[in-house]
């Protein structure tokens, strides 16, 4: 059964360094998602694409995140520079285009900033 | 603005037992509702979903839910509860315009006894 990948899973970091996390969706699924899920609260959508283009980013941090999706396939978030409250696991998600395409997660990456 | 309230954030039932998990949203006009669960160290899965129609909605693993607009619901349910539905469970609201943009609850976690 396909799957959405996500590396690294685990990832610990300095405050003020820079890191980054990949995604690679199901085969097919133009739309990707990325949440933050902190510690005993549900994800928060953090950016969406459609193919390479962002849907919305309203609630991306744009000062320090930055999101790509250069060829509308595999993803990327940015984290520059990282700080403590950043703390969290970030979740990507993709899904056929359209309205109640469900979304299917990865296993999410942990990172830890020190 | 969308929001979802899980009142109860941890619930211990014995297997075999009943279960349901509340949820409640608050959105103006007719919204999208979904339940996810979520096993330690993995992504979210989708257990069902409610759009239109038929108010009861038949998911994944032997639970259901069902959709009362005049009491802002969406409660979870599963008339016998196994050990492996041992986890944590997320209710989500989206809007019609953009089913993917889901605003999620804190999440209830359920403990089953054996």
């Known amino acids: 059964e396909a799957e959405v990948a996500q590396s690294p899973r685990y990832k610990i970091t300095e405050k003020s360094q820079a890191v980054a996390f990949w995604c690679d969706p199901i085969s097919g699924h133009a739309t990707l998602y990325w949440y933050r899920q902190i510690l005993g609260q549900g994800p928060e959508l953090l950016v969406q694409f459609q193919d390479e283009s962002v849907v919305d980013d309203s609630q991306l941090p744009k000062d320090r995140f930055s999101a790509e999706r250069l060829k509308g396939v595999d993803s990327t978030l940015k984290i520059q520079p990282a700080e403590l409250g950043d703390s969290a696991m970030y979740l990507c998600?993709?899904?056929?285009?359209?309205?109640?395409?469900?979304?299917?997660f990865g296993p999410g990456t942990r990172l830890t900033v020190t | 603005a969308q929001s979802v309230t899980q009142p109860d954030i941890h619930i211990t039932v014995s297997e075999g037992a009943s279960l349901e998990l509340r949820c409640n949203y608050s959105?103006?006009?007719?919204?999208?509702l979904f339940w996810y669960v979520q096993s330690p160290g993995q992504g979210l899965q989708l257990l069902l979903k409610y759009f239109s129609g038929d108010t009861l909605v038949q998911g994944i693993k032997g639970f259901e839910a069902e959709f009362k607009r005049s009491q802002s619901s969406f409660n979870l349910r599963k008339p016998s509860v196994h050990w492996s539905d041992a986890a944590e469970y997320f209710c989500?609201?989206?809007?019609?315009?953009?089913?993917?943009?889901?605003?999620f609850g804190d999440g209830t976690t359920l403990t089953v006894k054996p």
């Open positions: 998600a993709s899904s056929f285009p359209g309205q109640g395409a469900e979304q299917y």
């Open positions: 989500a609201v989206a809007s019609n315009t953009n089913a993917g943009k889901s605003t």
């Open positions: 959105y103006g006009a007719t919204p999208y």
